[in-house]
């Protein structure tokens, strides 16, 4: 069981949840569904601002270190449209890297049609 992360219930996303795309299979989506570490609508304070990530879920890699993904729902915008929400990610995953010092953190936007769309953290290289 991971630590839980301040603020993080880790309420599991319901089979009928309406905001998430109804083909799971697509685009590496499905690992997002459940598990113990996962919750929808979760508040975080950082920096004096009040956030709200749609979902956070941590899952361990291949090595079983724990990466934490921060994602954002935009179901009505097409992956062509996402490069205006780079900065919201962004301070999303700067707010839960430093909450859970030492975890990767990986930010992305699952869209409508189940396309997950990652974006690298500045200065990486790839990515959205």
């Not at 569904?33 to 709200?52: D, F, I, K, T, Y």
């Not at 270190?65 to 994602?71: E, T, Y």
């Not at 062509?80 to 962004?90: I, P, W």
């Not at 010092?101 to 690298?120: N, Y």
Request: net charge positive; glycine share 16%.
């Amino acid at each position: 069981m991971f630590a839980p992360l301040r603020g993080f219930t880790g309420r599991t996303l319901p089979a009928s949840w309406h905001g998430f795309p109804a083909d799971r299979s697509k685009g590496g989506i499905k690992k997002f569904c459940g598990g113990p570490s996962a919750g929808n609508e979760v508040p975080l304070a950082w920096q004096g601002r009040a956030l709200r990530i749609d979902r956070l879920v941590a899952l361990l890699d291949e090595g079983g270190a724990r990466v934490w993904w921060v994602l954002d729902y935009k179901l009505q915008q097409g992956a062509e449209g996402l490069a205006v929400y780079r900065e919201q990610l962004t301070t999303y995953r700067r707010a839960v890297e430093a909450l859970r010092p030492g975890d990767a953190v990986r930010a992305a936007v699952i869209t409508g049609g189940g396309e997950l769309i990652e974006f690298e953290p500045p200065g990486a290289t790839g990515g959205a």
